[in-house]
């Protein structure tokens, strides 16, 4: 199986249809083999992992080839019995960092595959730097082994963008801009039609 259709971003939503976050194919699959979500078709409609199971891919869609079939990959699922909006704070993780950066070095600006990028603190773990939001940023392996055990100033480097703490909806909704999905914009425009629309537009001048 392709790590890279595993890896997709999948939307999940809560059981009043409202966007809470985003996961992985990979996650996706798990939540729904354990009952706890249910897959979204086009239309609304709730698929169990039996009846998703049985769906056919179409010709111009990517599925998971296993033995014996192929499988239908997710777009959006939905947490049956989940009802609450989550206090909205984004996981600091390796994941969410290259995320936050759009997968793009932070020195160079190359935009990457994430198995090609690494986290740099920007003021090195041995002169104090911390594990934080505000002090990690996407760097490509060149960069890094560059910049070495300094501060970007001392390795005569320069940040692209000052590493910052992402808000949840700005997230989402940065994500999302980066990431277009036919299926997931019904449900985003819940959130706040008319700010999904001028990002929309924004990104295919
Ligand atoms: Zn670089």
Same mark, same amino acid.
């Given at each position: 199986?392709?790590?890279?259709?595993?890896?997709?971003?999948?939307?999940?939503?809560?059981?009043?249809?409202?966007?809470?976050?985003?996961?992985?194919?990979?996650?996706?699959?798990?939540?729904?083999?354990?009952?706890?979500?249910?897959?979204?078709?086009?239309?609304?409609?709730?698929?169990?992992?039996?009846?998703?199971?049985?769906?056919?891919?179409?010709?111009?869609?990517?599925?998971? $080839?296993?033995?014996?079939?192929?499988?239908?990959?997710?777009?959006?699922?939905?947490?049956?019995?989940?009802?609450?909006?989550?206090? $909205?704070?984004? $996981?600091?993780?390796?994941?969410?960092?290259?995320?936050?950066?759009?997968?793009?070095?932070?020195?160079?600006?190359?935009?990457?595959?994430?198995?090609?990028?690494?986290?740099?603190?920007?003021?090195?773990?041995?002169?104090?730097?911390?594990?934080?939001?505000?002090?990690?940023?996407?760097?490509?392996?060149?960069?890094?082994? $560059?910049?070495?055990?300094?501060?970007?100033?001392?390795?005569?480097?320069?940040?692209?963008?000052?590493?910052?703490?992402?808000?949840?909806?700005?997230?989402?909704?940065?994500?999302?801009?980066?990431?277009?999905?036919?299926?997931?914009?019904?449900?985003?425009?819940?959130?706040?039609?008319?700010?999904?629309?001028?990002?929309?537009?924004?990104?295919?001048?």
């Amino acid at each position: 199986m392709s790590d890279a259709i595993l890896d997709a971003p999948v939307l999940v939503l809560n059981k009043s249809f409202y966007p809470i976050h985003v996961t992985t194919v990979r996650r996706a699959f798990a939540m729904l083999f354990k009952g706890v979500a249910k897959a979204v078709g086009p239309d609304y409609t709730l698929f169990s992992i039996d009846s998703w199971l049985e769906l056919r891919v179409a010709a111009d869609e990517i599925g998971i $080839r296993t033995v014996n079939r192929v499988i239908k990959v997710p777009q959006v699922i939905l947490l049956v019995s989940y009802d609450r909006i989550p206090k $909205r704070e984004v $996981r600091f993780s390796r994941y969410n960092i290259f995320l936050r950066d759009n997968n793009t070095c932070q020195y160079c600006g190359r935009k990457l595959p994430r198995k090609e990028l690494t986290i740099d603190h920007v003021i090195p773990r041995s002169r104090g730097g911390k594990t934080v939001w505000e002090n990690v940023v996407t760097a490509c392996v060149e960069c890094n082994s $560059r910049k070495g055990n300094r501060t970007p100033e001392e390795a005569g480097m320069k940040l692209i963008r000052k590493p910052y703490k992402p808000s949840y909806l700005n997230f989402l909704k940065n994500f999302t801009k980066n990431n277009i999905r036919e299926e997931w914009k019904q449900f985003l425009n819940f959130i706040d039609a008319a700010y999904w629309n001028v990002e929309l537009e924004n990104d295919n001048k």
